[in-house]
């Protein structure tokens, strides 16, 4: 008798399991799973978007700097013609809800934004670019992982880095500005990139050092500006 009321509850619970359907559709019907599908789904779901309108129309970095009401968390110079600079907006912070755009539940958003210069006497420049990272939750993280999505999204964001080739490519590709970039011989800049493991940008950068923890990223640019060299860059696991 006990042996038939166990048997009976183990085809109670798998037909309760069938009824549902798999994994990935048991998922989609949670609104925390749905986000993780369409990121597990979408082919370069690392790409950033861009900025709406109101961030990048005639944006500056002291109107985005008054905007966000921090400075840049970084910045370089991309040759003679680009400065670019990054923001990385927490959750509550001024700016996130515009910046978010949907994607509310990310931890933070990264802002990168390329900002010609202007000639001396010159009006101001324009042809400001600005692209937005939203973070992936923990919850996103554990799913790309569980379901192979994370090793598909390396092997795109190798082929993403290899067509990135200048300095504000590389940004907006990894979703912020070299922590700093040292010049040298007067013909090229030598800038460090730190990718978190939490970084919209790191399936990019984890592509490169085969890792999944934080990523160093050294890379040898022209200093004016130009196109970088195909081996001109190393990945490695941060320190």
């Known amino acids: 008798m006990r042996a038939s009321r166990t048997a009976r509850r183990r085809d109670r619970a ?20 749905a986000l993780a599908a369409l990121v597990a789904a979408a082919p370069l779901a690392f790409a950033p978007a861009p900025a709406t309108a109101a961030f ?11 905007e966000l009401g921090a400075p840049p968390d970084a910045c370089a110079s991309s040759g003679l013609a680009l400065d670019v600079c990054s923001w990385r907006v927490a959750r509550g912070e001024p700016g996130f809800a515009p910046l978010a755009a949907g994607r509310d539940d990310a931890p933070y958003v990264q802002l990168v934004c390329s900002f010609p210069r202007a000639r001396a006497g010159a009006p101001p420049a324009v042809g400001t670019r600005c692209t937005v990272h939203a973070a992936p939750t923990a919850f996103e993280r554990r799913e790309a992982v569980r379901t192979g999505a994370a090793r598909a999204r390396r092997a795109q964001g190798a082929a993403a880095f290899a067509a990135a080739r200048t300095l504000a490519d590389l940004s907006h590709l990894l979703g912020a500005a070299p922590r700093a970039c040292v010049e040298r011989e007067r013909t090229e800049w030598v800038c460090l990139w730190r990718v978190a493991e939490a970084d919209a940008g790191h399936a990019v950068a984890a592509s490169l050092a085969e890792t999944l923890g934080d990523v160093e990223l050294v890379c040898r640019l022209p200093i004016d500006g130009g196109p970088r060299d195909d081996d001109a860059c190393r990945a490695r696991p941060a320190r």
């Not at 990048?56 to 008054?66: I, W």
């Open 14 to 33: 798998r037909d309760a399991r069938s009824a549902r359907g798999p994994v990935g559709a048991r998922c989609a019907r949670r609104a925390a799973c």
């Open 56 to 66: 990048e129309e005639g944006a500056t970095r002291e109107s985005l700097q008054r």
